[in-house]
């Protein structure tokens, strides 16, 4: 399977002095990262190797190294610490689900969604379809 993302794509949108070194570690958190759209996005495959939507490959490696990048950040999955000196405290909390986790944000899911086609987003289910009221009386309709 084509890998789309490299360890240097996560190390070099890091932010901070605290970039991972160790690039075999990164490379195989990258794996696991695009294994996890690939199962999330399906269709993303063919959709990259079609090549109508320009900067899908773009999001795609944003994506992954974001992923990469939390998971290097928070590798303890804490999801919340407090550190108190005399009388200053500082609290940290980390957001998502998972903190820490492997995983996609929602925002992230739907950028990577977002040019699918035939895909059904929104359904309605009407309750009373077929119902057939036995005492003959009819619905009232406002």
């Given amino acids: 399977m084509a890998t789309w993302t490299t360890a240097d794509d996560v190390t070099d949108s890091w932010i901070g002095a605290d970039a991972p070194t160790d690039m075999a570690l990164v490379?195989?958190?990258?794996?696991?990262?695009?294994?996890?759209?690939?199962?999330?996005?399906?269709?993303?495959?063919?959709?990259?190797?079609?090549?109508?939507?320009?900067?899908?490959?773009?999001?795609?490696?944003d994506v992954v190294s974001s992923m990469v990048q939390r998971v290097f950040r928070n590798p303890e999955g804490i999801r919340q610490t407090n550190e108190t000196t005399g009388p200053f405290t500082e609290s940290r909390t980390y957001g998502g689900d998972v903190p820490g986790g492997l995983d996609m944000t929602p925002a992230e899911l739907a950028a990577l969604t977002r040019g699918e086609t035939g895909r059904q987003r929104a359904y309605e289910i009407d309750p009373l379809a077929g119902y057939v009221n036995p005492w003959g009386a009819t619905w009232l309709s406002l």
Avoid: F, N, Q, Y
């Fill in 27 to 61: 490379g195989l958190w990258v794996d696991r990262a695009e294994r996890l759209v690939r199962g999330r996005v399906p269709s993303l495959v063919a959709r990259i190797a079609l090549g109508d939507e320009p900067d899908l490959l773009d999001t795609v490696k």
